[in-house]
């Protein structure tokens, strides 16, 4: 497998946007611009999938992370109401406890990934050139069922939140 020198700069330019954008989330103050962050991270992680040819995972990537996770924590957000936008992420006195978990946390990361054999985890066979008629012609012949009902599944989720958000209103106007 040959990389060039465009490849490399590509992964750590991604790399590095990946883990800003993931620390800016984490203490951004706001949520709206913390979603903001989480999208940029989203799409950047699709950036990477793209380098390692795999199209259809970035794709997905971008339409369930980065548009449908975001979507959905903005209409939370905006389902919420809260008058004062500017402090909705607010910091809590368990700053010290998840600092120490995440310490502990990248610490066991080191330890594995220094104890793993990633020689022997390389492969040298050659990645699909259309993985994404292969995987739709699959979807649409042996695994229709079950893509059928992820979708009906999904609608009726997306349904129940409607009617839960309208009642929350109706509640709301009726005090009033």
């Not at 203490?27 to 259809?56: C, K, P, Q």
Request: net charge negative; with cysteine; aromatic share 8%.
């Amino acid at each position: 497998m040959e990389t060039s020198i465009y490849s490399v700069i590509a992964f750590y330019g991604l790399a590095i946007t990946i883990l800003g954008n993931a620390t800016l989330v984490i203490f951004a103050r706001n949520i709206v611009h913390a979603v903001l962050f989480l999208a940029v991270t989203f799409v950047s992680m699709a950036g990477l999938f793209l380098l390692l040819d795999a199209d259809f995972i970035a794709a997905i990537q971008v339409l369930v992370y980065a548009g449908a996770v975001c979507i959905m924590v903005v209409f939370g957000v905006m389902l919420i109401q809260r008058p004062d936008m500017k402090s909705t992420n607010l910091f809590n006195n368990q700053l010290l406890a998840g600092a120490g978990l995440t310490a502990l946390v990248v610490a066991m990361c080191a330890v594995f990934a220094g104890r793993t054999a990633w020689t022997e985890l390389v492969t040298t066979q050659a990645v699909p050139e259309n993985t994404i008629h292969a995987i739709g012609a699959l979807l649409l012949s042996k695994y229709v069922i079950p893509f059928e009902v992820v979708a009906i599944l999904l609608l009726v989720a997306l349904i129940g939140a409607l009617v839960i958000a309208r009642d929350e209103g109706v509640k709301a106007n009726a005090d009033d």
